[in-house]
C-alpha cells in the first residue's frame, strides 16, 4: 500500500486566498484525522471522520475551516479565508477502527506545509 | 475530558538508556500509544499498551499502569538516530501529549 498521501506537500499562498489540502487515506481504514502541528501548540487534532462521517470537529479553530469526506477514499480541508497565524504543518492520518481496547494505529501522511504570507 | 502529560526535552547520551514519561487522565481509557516523530516527518507508531505490564519492541518498551494513570517509554542503546520527538496517545488517538524532544549527544 502506498499509505497515507497527502497534497500539495508545500503550499505558499497569500493571506486572504482560499487553500484546499488532501487527503487520500490508506484503502480499508474507517477513520480519519487532520491534526494541525506548530512550533507553540504542537500537535492539535482539528476534526476527525469516522466511516465518512464527522465524529470530532471541536478542534476546528474557526469558521474558516472547513473539512469533507464525501467518500472513503478522499478528504479535503479547506482554509477560506487564510490567514498568517494558519501557518503550520498539517497532517492527514487514517487508521481502522475496530472498537474497543485495540491498537488503531493511526498512519500518517508526509504532511503539508502551509505558509500564509 | 483527557489530557497528557510529559517532559518537554530529555537529553542522553550514545549507549545510554532513557525513560520518557506520560501521565494522563482520560475517559474510556483503552490503553497508551507511542509514536516517534524525526524533525521535518510525520508521527509514526513505536508501541502500545493495552493491560499493566512491559511490551519489548527491539529496543524500545514501553510500560503501563492503568492504576496510576501512568505509562513511559523505555529505549535502550540509544543511537544518534532516535534524536526525536516522541508523544503518548490513547489508541483512539484524538489527542496527543506535547510530547518529548530526546536529544542524543555522543
Known amino acids: 500500500d502506498a499509505g497515507v498521501i497527502q497534497s500539495p506537500r508545500h503550499e505558499v499562498t497569500e493571506m486572504g486566498q482560499e487553500v484546499t489540502l488532501r487527503c487520500k487515506p490508506i484503502?480499508?481504514?474507517?477513520?480519519l484525522f487532520w491534526y494541525r502541528q506548530t512550533m507553540m501548540r504542537g500537535l492539535e487534532l482539528l476534526i476527525y471522520?469516522?466511516?465518512?462521517?464527522?465524529?470530532?470537529d471541536s478542534g476546528m479553530p474557526e469558521d474558516r475551516f472547513s473539512a469533507k469526506m464525501p467518500n472513503a477514499s478522499f478528504s479535503t480541508l479547506k482554509i477560506q479565508p487564510s490567514e498568517p497565524r494558519d501557518s503550520a504543518v498539517y497532517f492527514c492520518?487514517?487508521?481502522?477502527?475496530?472498537?474497543?481496547?485495540?491498537?488503531?494505529?493511526?498512519?500518517f501522511g508526509a504532511g503539508t506545509r502551509l505558509s500564509v504570507l | 475530558g483527557q489530557s497528557l502529560e510529559q517532559p518537554s526535552e530529555v537529553t542522553a547520551v550514545e549507549g545510554a538508556i532513557v525513560q520518557i514519561n506520560c501521565t494522563y487522565q482520560?475517559?474510556?481509557?483503552?490503553?497508551l500509544s507511542w509514536y516517534q516523530q524525526h524533525d521535518g516527518g510525520a508521527p509514526t507508531f513505536l508501541s502500545y499498551?493495552?493491560?499493566?505490564g512491559l511490551e519489548e519492541t527491539g529496543r524500545f518498551s514501553s510500560f503501563l499502569s492503568r492504576s496510576d494513570s501512568y505509562g513511559y517509554l523505555l529505549l535502550q542503546e540509544l543511537q544518534m538516530k532516535d534524536s526525536a520527538s516522541y508523544f503518548c496517545?490513547?489508541?483512539?488517538?484524538?489527542?496527543f501529549g506535547a510530547g518529548t524532544r530526546l536529544f542524543v549527544k555522543a
Open positions: 499498551n493495552a493491560l499493566d
Open positions: 471522520f469516522n466511516n465518512n462521517v464527522p465524529i470530532d
Open positions: 484503502s480499508g481504514h474507517n477513520s
Open positions: 496517545a490513547p489508541p483512539r488517538g484524538t489527542i
Open positions: 482520560t475517559s474510556g481509557f483503552y490503553g
Open positions: 492520518a487514517s487508521s481502522r477502527n475496530t472498537g474497543g481496547a485495540t491498537k488503531n494505529i493511526q498512519y
